[in-house]
């Protein structure tokens, strides 16, 4: 039979290679745990039915509900459909126990699904609904959203395993499905132990608990790499037909590219560019393409999130993954080292990034009672597009041969740069940005800067207002809570304050 692996509730909180068998923590090593069966713990769930004997259910249908944090149903497997013959009695279930009878065929909790095969739906959703991710620098200028697809490529050191740490600890997705793939062995190390050890701000409780993690590092099978996407994938559909939103982190595709072409070397194919088999473009197009939101089988709304991770050699960005990968996905954050030498986190370049769901989710926050959201988010990329062409200028004559309001200009993309979009994830009050604190920031910065230029065209000589302390408004992103938007401000009356005085 087509490679095929284990889907369960019991997936939620393990940590599994490349083929989904479970992985045994033996200090700080991770060795494969033989075949594959439940993550040892939890023996068993606790199951409600929905349906009674004699009912009759088609393909997707809930025949139950199985506790948790996430909440979970047992669904009818896709391509069965008929009369429930037998349905258990509510009350706790291991995953392998047989829960019902639809036309003659037992229906278990856990069941089995070829991971190169997209599981089937009634027809794709456009994708029009946020994800937010609590990091300022991608909700503000590079929107993603449910069932769309994301590339982060970055040069050695640019912090693209921070960053899609970062996602995966924020994002308000219901299941997060994180694949290592080919990474080295300690940071998903750091991973795991991160996740595990971290409070999951939605339940309460651990945030692994909502977490699959399939760990197939760089000294693992190759072919097992190779397969390692493929797996979260199906992992993530999984959860998926249960109507809920998942996010698919890969880490990274590149390595995970590397596999294929070792693969294809050794079978003897005829190498193409650089030594990558001829069909790369259509693989990482048919695994981008697995991302969607959906109508499930059953009804309800579901989407799948895909982030992968490019590592160009070099940074390269003309290499061949990385070139393919551009042309597939709908939203682009690219990592600049520069800012990530100058220690501006995360180092997401607005002037090389992009995001095709800009439009629509303009339109999703204007419902959702953000009108505004598109101009502001236009204007700060004016803004901090008109300081990134002044800096050059800046380093040949000096800051002082400028125009006054090309200096504010200079200035407003400062303020934006280190008080809005930069982020400190260490810091507990700055590592996660609610929607509401990153507005109160981007605003605050805004009014600022209009008043700046109000003074200027008034007659205020800018040397003055460029001696103004704005560090209220700079601190004002680490001094207030994420969910906060009083301190901010209270910031910003403070530096108007002093602008006021300074005129």
Known sequence: ??????????????????????????????????????????????????????????????????????????????????????????????????????????????????????????????????????????????????????????????????????????????????????????????????????????????????????ANTSNMPMMAREASVHTGATVAEYFRDMGLDVVLIADSTSRWAEALREFASRMGELPAEEGYPAGLASQLAAFYERAAAVRTLGGATGSVTVIGAVSPPGGDRTEPVTAHTERVVRCLWSLDRELAYARHYPAVSWSESFSRDATALGIAHARAGDPGWAERRGRVARQLASADRLADLVELVGITALPPRERIDVLAGRLLREAAIQQNALSPADAYSTPEKTVALVEAVLTVIDRCLELVDAGTAVDVIEAVDFTPLLRARETAAPAETAPVTAARDTVLARLKEAA
């Not at 095929?4 to 490349?18: H, M, Q, T, W």
């Not at 062995?185 to 651990?206: C, F, H, K």
């Open 1 to 214: 039979m087509p490679l095929s692996v284990r889907l369960a509730p019991d997936l939620l909180g393990g940590v599994f290679d490349g083929l989904l068998r479970p992985l045994a923590d033996s200090g700080d090593l991770l060795t494969t745990g033989g075949p594959a069966t439940a993550v040892p713990g939890r023996v068993s769930w606790p199951f409600t039915p929905r349906v009674e004997r004699g009912s009759r259910v088609v393909a997707g249908a809930v025949l139950g509900e199985i506790g948790g944090r996430v909440p979970l149903r047992l669904l009818v497997p896709p391509g069965l459909s008929g009369e429930v013959g037998w349905i258990a009695p509510a009350g706790e279930h291991p995953p392998d126990a047989v829960l019902a009878e639809v036309d003659g065929r037992q229906v278990r909790m856990a069941q089995r699904w070829p991971v190169r095969r997209p599981r089937p739906v009634v027809r794709r959703l456009p994708a029009e609904t946020p994800l937010n991710t609590g990091q300022r620098a991608v909700d503000l200028l590079c929107p993603v959203a449910r069932g769309s697809t994301v590339a982060v490529p970055g040069g050695f050191g640019t912090g693209k395993t921070m960053l899609l740490q970062q996602i995966a600890k924020w994002c308000d997705a219901d299941v997060i499905v994180y694949v290592g793939c080919g990474e080295r062995g300690n940071e998903m190390a750091d991973v795991i132990e991160e996740l595990g050890a971290l409070t999951d701000p939605r339940s309460g409780g651990r945030l692994a608990e909502r977490t699959v993690t399939i």
